[in-house]
C-alpha cells in the first residue's frame, strides 16, 4: 500500500513530531510512503519511515534530485513545481496531512477529486456542508491522534492491505 504524508514544508514541532510518528508507524505496517521530498513533514515523515526499515517516494517540483531529504530514496524530478501535487495523490492509495499550508490544501483538494480518503491530523478544517455538496463527506475524515489517523487510514481502505 502506498500512502502520502503531505504537511508544511515549514513545520512546527508538533507537526515535526507527527509526521516522524507517521512515517515509522506506515513502514512498521509494510507501507511506502510518497510524499513532496522536502523539508518539514515531508523529512520528518521519511526520517521515521527509514527508521522503521521503510521505502520513501519523494516528488520534488524542480529538477534537481539533491533537493530531496536525506531519508527519500527514489526521487522523482517533475519540474513542475506545485502541480507535483497531483501526482503525489494520485500515486497514494489514501493521503494523511499533517498541519498544513496552502500546498497540503491543494493536495487534500485534488485528493477529495480523485476520489482517494484524506485523514486529517491538526490539518484543515474542511466545511461539512461544502463536502457534502461534493460527496466527499466519508473521505475527510479528522483525526486527534496519531494512532487515530492511523486507524482511520487502514480502516477507510479498501482492496488494499497494509502490507
Not at 508538533?14 to 523529512?43: K, N, P, S, W, Y
Not at 490539518?123 to 492511523?150: D, I, K, M, N
Request: hydrophobic fraction near 45%; proline fraction near 2%; charged fraction near 15%.
Amino acid at each position: 500500500m502506498i500512502v502520502a504524508v503531505c504537511g508544511p514544508n515549514e513545520a512546527t514541532p508538533q507537526e515535526i513530531e507527527q509526521a516522524e510518528a507517521v512515517g515509522e508507524a506506515l513502514a512498521r505496517r509494510g507501507c511506502t510512503l510518497i510524499c513532496g521530498g522536502r523539508d518539514g513533514v515531508m523529512a520528518a515523515a521519511c526520517r521515521g519511515a527509514k527508521r522503521a526499515g521503510g521505502v520513501t517516494i519523494g516528488v520534488l517540483p524542480g529538477y534537481d534530485r539533491h533537493a530531496a531529504n536525506h531519508w527519500v530514496d527514489h526521487v522523482i524530478c517533475t519540474g513542475m513545481g506545485e502541480a507535483r501535487n497531483v501526482i503525489i495523490v494520485a500515486s497514494a492509495d489514501v493521503v494523511i496531512a499533517v498541519g498544513g499550508g496552502l500546498g497540503t490544501l491543494s493536495e487534500i483538494a485534488l485528493a477529495l477529486k480523485l476520489g482517494k480518503r484524506v485523514i486529517a491530523l491538526g490539518s484543515w478544517e474542511l466545511e461539512q456542508q461544502r463536502l457534502a455538496r461534493h460527496g466527499a463527506t466519508q473521505l475527510y475524515l479528522r483525526a486527534g491522534s496519531v494512532e487515530q489517523a492511523l486507524a482511520l487510514a487502514f480502516a477507510h481502505t479498501t482492496g488494499t492491505s497494509p502490507s
